[in-house]
């Protein structure tokens, strides 16, 4: 169900009758949203630098990159309920993530033509994946499992897909390290495990390059779709560490053992066109019709009878599902192990240094 024009306009009259202040982060984000919904991207100049109010609400537009202006109505009204949950949609039940979903700018969740989408927002940081996004998207694939959608897609803001694991997760955390990474591991397991265990047609829109546990657990999803701007790059030896999403499994079965040990041992980035010649990625678009051409086909398998499609995945699946789960608290006990490693640390400290990019 997406946001109507009416019930944009009613949650900005909601807004204004507001009887508490919901806080300046949530007035901030109302503002970015608001502005995003009617004027699309910022595309003012950043204030001047004692005007702190007035950078704040630049910062938080600007943060919202390049969201369509439809998602940023959605999403206005979305959140607008969620200060006040007495106050309801006058288009009905809103989208399911949205019922169970903590609030999360750096993973969206929307749904339109029954089909729920994630995105990963965080375009400024090429949507690295911080510790409380892994924990958002298992929360957000549990809500989309038992919402009314049809199908899944997974996609990026911005010019990136997601650049993988966001590096500073093991920096910027308290507690031991062997506790830190203990965490670390579990909270991994389950985020592979809530794909693994996805019930419905799940599909990824690979809109730029992909990076890290971004492009392993597409061994997972059901379809692939990919701009051919988009790239593939596990560089899991250069960081000191070893690949995980399952992808130890699934890359040899669907590329053969050694095309998979070309990405997931020697870091070889491939290009859409290579990966969807090595069955990795199911069809490639020219970036300037990606969207409009992957959506086409969405909206369109959308309308097949929902339950067919859902019990043909499982069958996919069901067989080998054991196996990937004894996988994926392989690669997790392992990288657990490397974590700790001195290739790893000094891996990390080199991408700080502004020394190591890939
Ligand atoms: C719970 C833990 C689970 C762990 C699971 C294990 C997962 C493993 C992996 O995913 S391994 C892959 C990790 N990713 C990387 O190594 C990529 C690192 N990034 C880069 O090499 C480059 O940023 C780039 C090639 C992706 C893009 O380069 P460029 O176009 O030149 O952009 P910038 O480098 O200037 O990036 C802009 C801005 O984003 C920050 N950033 C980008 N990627 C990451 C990242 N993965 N982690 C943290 N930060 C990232 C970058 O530092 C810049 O920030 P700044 O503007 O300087 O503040």
Request: charged residues 20%.
């Amino acid at each position: 169900m997406v946001a109507s024009e009416k019930d944009f306009e009613n949650a900005v009259h909601q807004v204004k009758l507001l009887k508490e202040d919901p806080g300046n982060d949530a007035k901030l984000k109302l503002y970015a949203l608001y502005k995003q919904a009617t004027e699309g991207p910022c595309n003012v100049p950043k204030p001047r630098v004692f005007d702190f109010l007035g950078r704040a609400k630049w910062d938080a537009w600007t943060a919202l990159g390049s969201l369509p202006k439809e998602t940023a109505r959605q999403n206005y009204v979305d959140f607008v309920s969620s200060l006040r949950p007495s106050l309801t949609s006058s288009s009905g039940e809103g989208p399911a993530a949205h019922r169970s979903l903590p609030e999360s700018e750096d993973v969206v969740v929307t749904s339109k033509d029954s089909i729920t989408v994630i995105t990963l927002n965080r375009p400024a940081k090429k949507n690295a994946i911080t510790y409380q996004m892994y924990q958002d998207i298992t929360l957000a694939l549990k809500a989309a499992s038992k919402d009314n959608s049809t199908i899944t897609v997974f996609t990026g803001n911005g010019n990136y897909y997601s650049s993988g694991n966001d590096l500073s997760n093991f920096s910027n955390r308290s507690g031991s390290l062997q506790q830190m990474y203990a965490e670390s591991a579990l909270t991994l397991r389950n985020f592979v495990d809530s794909f693994i265990d996805f019930p419905k047609p799940l599909v990824a829109l690979v809109n730029g390059p992909a990076v890290g546990i971004a492009v392993t657990v597409l061994g997972l999803f059901d379809a692939v779709y990919a701009s051919d701007r988009a790239t593939f790059h596990t560089p899991f030896s250069s960081l000191g560490i070893t690949p995980e999403g399952c992808s130890s499994y699934t890359f040899p079965k669907i590329m053969g053992p050694a095309k998979a040990a070309e990405m997931l041992i020697f870091g070889k980035k491939i290009t859409a066109r290579e990966a969807c010649a090595q069955g990795l990625v199911t069809e490639v678009f020219p970036h300037n019709t990606f969207q409009k051409e992957a959506w086409a086909r969405l909206t369109a398998y959308a309308k097949n009878p929902p339950k067919a499609m859902r019990i043909g995945k499982q069958l996919l699946r069901s067989f080998g599902k054991e196996t990937l789960h004894a996988v994926n608290a392989e690669e997790c006990r392992v990288l657990q192990e490397r974590w700790l490693s001195e290739e790893c640390v000094n891996a990390i400290q080199t991408f700080f240094s502004k020394k190591g990019k890939l």
